[in-house]
């Protein structure tokens, strides 16, 4: 008889202060010199470095190191007190004295109260912190400051001009108080804490040691898990000594060995780990790269990017020249931020390129957030916080909305020119500028600008750029100017190779929507939710998010197009009245889309339709409770409809025994702006909605197209991170879609394994399939497989067009190569380089990710392992895709597979022997190099 393997827990710790000595690993010489300089009586110790270091931990092992016989330790985090009052702040400081010291005897001391310290703070430091070092003499007072340097925010001016003040003249009345402050910037950069800290001694907490390294490695799992050298190495080489990212991947590799039983860590092991260690810690390393100025994230993304591009091409871009390839200017900032990053420890120097002499070259120091920084922050998106660096430039650019929206279009231009003059990376308006001068006609501007803007947001721009260049070529030729003017059209054809094509898929769309609703009777449901009675699958999910909301929690699930997140919303909805619930928990559900909210979302939109369907669901109720239904009804007359009224119903509810539950559908939409809900609204919202997941009478559940950290601003996602329990909604499983396609009754096996194949597990389209199939049934037609595949992908073809639309350009990108891999492109062309190998350990990430959101699947058997297109109904759309861009115009240029997204790739000319109805084997090498480039030049957003 077999017995389970007793549970292991994982040792290493994220997150939190290391407090345990056996846990702690380093750092000797640091403890030493704080020792030191405590036993010479030293007021002040300043303690330095970037955030995540470890300087909270350092903190939390000072007292063990040094001992209680003639200091005694008193902690203090200043993370919540920089904006706070001095009385509040000194109540609170006085309450951690007599609470961390009550074994001293200090429970005697009365506790000033923060009013009383409002109005005299003097009491403190002539009453209350006297009495406290009568009580520990002859011993030293230390108090350990974390977050200090939240007194030097911008939002802390009332605590520069009086805690710093006060404090100094506490050290300088009190000889054996001490200070231990720590601060995540160097000194030289707070100028509003440099007077404060001028006489202390101060030191960096870096990186550790490789000894120390390993020790945090090998030391909390020995016993139970054992790392192999090389895995060690790869380690090494991912974190290079960060303790907080050493903490975090092997926090992921424990788990993982305790996932699969295997309990020798191996260098593949640590490879596979990085992208879950990545996601287990998103919060961490944003709060880490949030430490720099924007110059600053600006450059780390674009040296992530260089240095990523000089793995794979013999060509060394320099991030200044990878600045330029998104459309950015280097401005002086930029230029000398490379130099502040290496000064501060983010980044360090590479060797010089011989033929460059004159220009810098750096890498991440630490490879694990060069990874993150690809997939979380690719320079085009971080490139968009440049707007902020000059509040000039964005008086003018609001005095240009303004003055456009007022219908003054000369003046507005001149304010976007002059905003564009004090930011010329003000990308909002020089796009601005680029409308009005398309609107003015004048060609020439809007085409410098929109091919600019291109380079950096290809989808916002490429409209307007084509317009300009048609505009642009139709002026030149009225001059007379043919060659420019058929330079513009090439240039036009080089972003959108078959410019008609977009009615073709329309007249198909309308086609495929009319034959859905001729199928009355189907069971198969197309661009709707799934009826609750035929509903399929989802049941880990829904016991996962049942159970979250049971506990008073809130989930947030993703997934791309057609994954089934609409359907999934409202069978959680209909599942209120059933026995799913355990206990006692009876949710009030309201079902809310964002993209429902008329004409456009807006913040007073939600609310209402909040309020709307909360009434609705009262009414609806087999008890109704008539006095909450008498204020919802009151609240919607009256127009006060908002999160603060609805946490005084929810509030109500849960006194009735019952919880409120918002189920949001498209939350993407609530995080988007349109012309009647701007910024400022939307940080409101997001303010709103955060109080809301605090309020335990209320609990949520979102659905979105990303990932909740992914779409939501830096400044609330750490808030909505505490809250949320993040779940994907991967493709139906092979049961889950055989179970939805035994609706109708195949005689065919091939028939529905083939089907299965087409759509490998993708909800919408294997509701599509059976829907077609189901009509073609009732028509008396029953397709064979060969029948049914070509069919079937006419009518799937608005859906992946929808689908494809949805993906960034790179995973376009990465996609096609592996259709022409697929097709045996290389074997044909055996002089070539395979990209997708050689490609693969680059962009690993990227399809991990592609295959977790069920568009790739992986053969881990081939050594090294394969990626493929997993629906074949995709993958025989995008053939048929590359097919489709092939030029028949006589004397022109070889484009057959060209992808529409190729800006800058010259194609080669056509010769007499190969005439463009027949594109040669021999020039398609060529193209497989454009691919592989233009997979280098473009970036992965977040």
Known sequence: MSTASPWKRNPYVIGVPIADRQLFFGREVLLQFIEDNLR????????????????????????????????????????????????????????????????????????????????????????????????????????????????????????????????????????????????????????????????????????????????????????????????????????????????????????????????????????????????????????????????????????????????????????????????????????????????????????????????????????FVRQWLLMAYPLTNAAWELERLSPEAQRWYDAAVQQQQAGDVPTALQSYQQALHHNPNHFSAGLAAAELYLEAQDWAEAVSLYQRIFKLEPIRSQEGLIRSRLGYGQALMQQGKVNLARTQFLQVLDIEPQHSLAQHWLQRAETQISQTFLAASNPFTVGQPAPIDRFVGRQAELSTAIEQIERGGHVAIWGGTGIGKTSFLHQLACLSGSQSWRGNAHPVMVLVSCRHIMPTFTSQGFWLDVFERLGDRLTASSEPDFSLMQQVEQCLQQQSTSAQTLHSIARQLARHGKNLVLLIDDY??????????????????????????????????????????????????????????????????????????????????????????????????????????????????????????????????????????????????????????SQGFWERSPTVDRPISAISPQYESALMRLEADGLLRQDRTAAPPRFSIAASALEGWLIQQLRSNRSNEPQSTLSWGLPPLLPTIQPLPMTDTNPPSQPSISHLPSFAHWMYRFIQSIDRGA
């Open 40 to 367: 010479q009586g030293t007021t002040m110790i300043l303690l330095y470095g970037q955030r995540r270091i470890g300087k909270s931990s350092v903190l939390a092992q000072i007292p063990a190191f040094i001992g209680s016989e003639q200091f005694c330790w008193v902690s203090f985090d200043w993370q919540n007190q920089g904006n706070r009052p001095l009385g509040h702040v000194l109540h609170a400081l006085a309450t951690a004295i007599v609470e961390q010291l009550e074994a001293d005897f200090l429970g005697t001391i009365p506790i000033p109260t923060a009013a009383d310290l409002t109005l005299t703070p003097t009491r403190f430091s002539q009453e209350f912190l006297p009495q406290v070092m009568t009580h520990l003499a002859p011993r030293r007072l230390v108090w350990l400051l974390d977050e200090f340097d939240v007194l030097a925010d911008d939002t802390a001016n009332a605590a520069i001009d009086q805690i710093l003040p006060y404090l100094n003249s506490l050290t300088a009345s009190s000889p054996r108080l001490h200070l231990i402050p720590t601060i995540g910037r160097r000194p030289e950069e707070l100028p509003t804490l440099l007077n404060f800290f001028k006489s202390a001694p101060a030191q960096e907490v870096g990186l550790l040691d490789e000894t120390s390294a390993i020790q945090l490695i090998t030391r909390p799992a020995i016993g139970l898990l054992q790392y192999e050298p090389a895995a060690i190495s790869a380690i090494l080489h991912l974190t290079a000594g960060h303790p907080y990212f050493t903490q975090v991947v092997c926090f992921n590799l424990f788990g993982q060995a305790r996932q699969h039983d295997r309990w020798t860590v191996t260098a593949a092991d640590v490879s596979q780990s990085v992208n879950r260690a990545i996601d287990s810690s998103r919060p961490g390393l944003t709060w880490f790269r949030d430490s720099l100025p924007i110059p600053e994230r600006v450059m780390f993304s674009a040296v992530a990017e260089a240095q990523e591009l000089a793995r794979t091409s013999s060509l060394i871009p320099s991030p200044i020249q990878r600045l330029k390839a998104c459309g950015i200017e280097p401005t002086p900032a930029l230029q000398q931020s490379g130099d502040r990053l290496v000064k501060w420890g983010f980044l360090e120097t590479m060797p010089i390129c011989k033929n460059d002499a004159t220009v810098a070259h750096y890498r991440v120091k630490i490879e």
């Open 668 to 821: 993407d939409i609530a995080l988007q702006p349109n012309p009647s809900y701007h910024k400022a609204e939307i940080d409101w919202f997001l303010r709103e909605w955060v109080a809301a997941a605090a309020d335990p009478a209320i609990a949520t559940v979102v659905a979105s197209s990303q990932r909740l950290d992914q779409l939501c601003p830096k400044s609330s996602s750490a808030d909505l991170f505490r809250h949320y329990l993040l779940l994907p909604l991967p493709p139906f499983s092979v049961q889950e879609a055989q179970t939805l396609l035994d609706w109708v009754t195949l005689a065919d096996s091939t028939l529905q394994s083939g089907i299965l194949a087409l759509v490998d597990g993708n909800p919408a389209l294997l509701q599509l399939a059976g829907s077609f199939l189901y009509t073609e049934l009732r028509n008396g037609h029953i397709p064979t497989l060969q029948q049914f595949v070509p069919a079937f992908q006419q009518r799937a073809a608005p859906f992946l067009q929808a689908m494809w639309s949805q993906l960034h350009p790179q995973d376009q990108a990465l996609l096609q190569l592996l259709v022409l891999e």
